[in-house]
């Protein structure tokens, strides 16, 4: 690798990178190999980067970074489809599974191009999201979208037969026409700027219970895939606990090559940057060994026998080696507004998440903070992607990774071009049908494992945005605990009851029942409600404006509480008021 000049560098010829002050962020380079650990606690301007974010890398290293980015979203990328094939009826037809991974791929890759091209301009991958997830199993759980019983006993089911395909066909078909109308949603609050404006009344304790109840609510899910084999499921588990947490400081040296040195061995980080990836690969090895050797039980009906190898291996068999995935490919999509509403709430959850990501990829890349033409910009792009995305049948759609802009710290590359790169791998790998079923064919307790520590950091994430406010309030305690709570308790109570809930009229009662057993809806809105009702005070009122102070309206959460409150108090003047001219 060769220096850029400081022109190149800093960006000098990207306008989107320059602060107010006219000045660029992006600082001169160190080339000496660097732990992970360097640059934690530096500022923008004191970053060390191989490559900013205008820089071209040389070919060889944009497609080697690019490879690596992909494989750091793997995870998220195949667990989506993997766990909605189950509620699609689909969990006895691996080459489908396969397809709807290659869409995935292929959808992603597309979106990460507009992204990184028109949206937000930063070096940012583009996959599914786990916010969509939540609404979309509470959506086909709804009587009407239950699987036949049939669909569940594998002798029965014949996946090339018209009924099965009508069957998981008319459900993918449903939940694309959700996604696309929702995007729309999506589209206008970024183009039209209006994510600004709503930002002033969503903070940490809103984000916080929403971006939790998106993972808490999948412990069925993850549970019921692990518990196949929980031996099986704990070895994925500690592969991937000892490669991210304990030997993660651990530099494995790789031969490299440079004009200045010519080949040598450089330190990476390997372990860091690939815990999942090699965890599962090392777990699927010993499910093949276990298979070979007879250890893992041949009767279907056994207890481990869904972590054989062998089981699934047809499907590599089955599956075409080229498959262009295109708009419409599952039939029509058809609309119901109690999909509507569901996927709006994983809508405005993913906004949530994607601007705190670009915060963060300018920041690891070496730019300056987005401002808030580019936020609304990639906001907009993102409902594109989801627009596309449900188009093309992913079953999903589309929000910023987090994993793959803290990639970006490790590999001390921030520039665009590697994660075109990486886009053109996920076309490449989405219209490579084999690369689909191979994924498909990965033992279920290995998935379950992966499972468990994917949704435990979903989890933790979320939990992590209270950092941002005083948890020494009792206030704000409240609304977190009652949040998260009730998020767990009113969608258990209202699977249970949905009788109850029945007004006679069937699409109000699918939006109600859709609408309340969405665990980040009902968690959001009420961390939404109170903290923007519910007062909060400071010691020192210093900052805040002359009519802030006069209602003793604190770091109260945002203007609207202020403004409340405001209104509360004056309307106990009028009523004291009122009082004392009727009794004197």
Known sequence: MTPSSDKELNGLDNPSFTGEDGKHYCSSLDRAAQGPEEGRDRGPSDIKLAYAVMDVPPWYLCILLGIQHFLTALGGLIAIPLILSKELCLQHDLLTQSHLISTIFFVSGICTLLQVLFGVRLPIIQGGTFAFLTPTLAMLSLPKWKCPSWTQNATLVNASSPEFIEVWQTRMRELQGAIIVASCFQIFVGFSGLIGFLMRFIGPLTIAPTITLVALPLFDSAGDEAGQ?????????????????????????????????????????????????????????????????????????????????????????????????????????????????????????????????????????????????????????????????????????????????????????????????????????????????????????????????????????????????????????????????????????????????????????????????????????????????????????????????????????SPLTCKLQEILKSFSVLLLYLTQSLLF
């Open 229 to 557: 084999h929980w031996g099986i499921a704990f070895m994925t588990i500690s592969f991937i606990v000892l490669f991210s947490q304990y030997l993660k400081d651990v530099p494995v040296p790789l031969p490299s090559y440079q004009r200045g040195k010519k080949c040598h061995l450089s330190p990476v980080y390997l372990f860091q940057i690939f815990p999942v990836l090699m965890g599962l690969s090392l777990s699927w090895l010993l499910c093949y060994v276990l298979t070979v050797t007879d250890v893992l039980p041949a009767d279907p009906t056994a207890y481990g026998h869904l972590a054989r190898t062998d089981i699934r291996g047809d499907v590599l068999s089955q599956a075409p080696w080229f498959r262009l995935p295109y708009p419409g490919q599952w039939g029509v999509p058809t609309v119901s507004l109690a999909g509507i509403f569901g996927i709006l709430a994983g809508v405005i959850s993913s906004m949530l998440e994607s601007v705190g990501d670009y915060y963060a990829c300018a920041r690891l890349a070496g730019a300056p903070p987005p401002p808030k033409h580019a936020i609304s910009r990639g906001i907009g792009v993102e409902g594109i992607g989801c627009l596309l995305a449900g188009a093309w049948g992913t079953g999903n759609g589309t929000t910023s990774y987090s994993e793959n802009v803290g990639a970006l710290g490790i590999t001390k590359v921030g520039s665009r071009m590697v994660i075109i790169a990486s886009a053109c791998t996920m076309l490449l790998s989405g219209i490579s049908g084999k690369v689909g079923a191979m994924l498909a064919s990965i033992p279920t307790p290995v998935i379950g494992g992966v499972f468990l520590v994917m949704f435990g950091v979903i989890t933790a994430v979320g939990i992590s945005n209270l950092q941002y406010t005083d948890m020494n309030s009792s206030r704000n305690i409240f609304i977190f605990g009652f949040s998260v709570f009730a998020g767990l308790t009113v969608p258990n109570w209202a699977n249970k009851n949905s009788t109850l809930l029945e007004t006679g009229i069937i699409q109000l009662d699918q939006v109600i029942q859709v609408l309340l057993t969405t665990g980040m809806f009902v968690g959001g809105l009420l961390g939404f409600i109170l903290d923007n009702t519910i007062p909060g005070w400071v010691e020192n009122p210093q900052g805040f404006s002359k009519a802030q102070r006069a209602v003793g309206c604190y770091d109260a959460g």
